[in-house]
């Protein structure tokens, strides 16, 4: 933990803040990492680096708000999870699973993730590397649906408020 240093205040005041900000620090980590020790952000950079074909196909075509104006982040650390995309202002997460997926093992643990980001509110839509490169804009379509569930209505009504 930091040493800080304040400007001459009486003790309580000085106790009263040392405590905060320690109190602030163990919320940041804890938020900031699934293990207290093991930070997500370098295993996302490393995910980045290394996508696979359907992931960058993908990423082509919902990068720079193509799809609905929605801004989605690649591989993207939510809670202790680093997810495929994410459109973090609308709570909204598309994971593309490999074959690996299909064991029992780890479809018991995507259903354990999935139930996890959707308690958090997310929600969560889930392809297989195959159906993206086979079929890219069923899936793009697919999303567009799903999000435009999810995603309130921008348009003003007639009257001048926004539809919600």
Known sequence: MRAFTFPI???TV?????????WRERIEVREMHSHPRQP???RARQLR???TD???????????????????????????????????EDKFIIEVDGGQHNEDSAKKRDAK???QLRAAGFTVVRFWDNEVL?????????????????KPSSSPSPDGRRES
């Not at 106790?15 to 905060?20: D, N, V």
């Not at 196909?57 to 995309?85: C, E, I, T």
């Not at 793009?140 to 799903?146: C, E, G, P, S, Y």
Request: overall charge positive; hydrophobic content about 45%; cysteine-free.
């Open 40 to 42: 997500l952000t370098p």
């Open 113 to 115: 993730r999935t139930a």
């Open 54 to 88: 359907a992931e960058r196909k993908l990423w082509y075509m919902l990068r720079s708000r193509q799809l609905n104006g929605a801004k989605f982040r690649r591989q993207h650390p939510v809670g202790s999870y680093v997810v495929d995309f994410a459109d973090v």
């Open 49 to 51: 680096r290394s996508q």
């Open 9 to 11: 205040l009486p003790p």
């Open 14 to 22: 000085e106790r009263i803040l040392r405590i905060f900000l320690s």
């Open 134 to 150: 086979a079929d890219v804009e069923a899936v793009l379509t697919r999303i567009a649906q799903v999000l435009g569930e999810v």
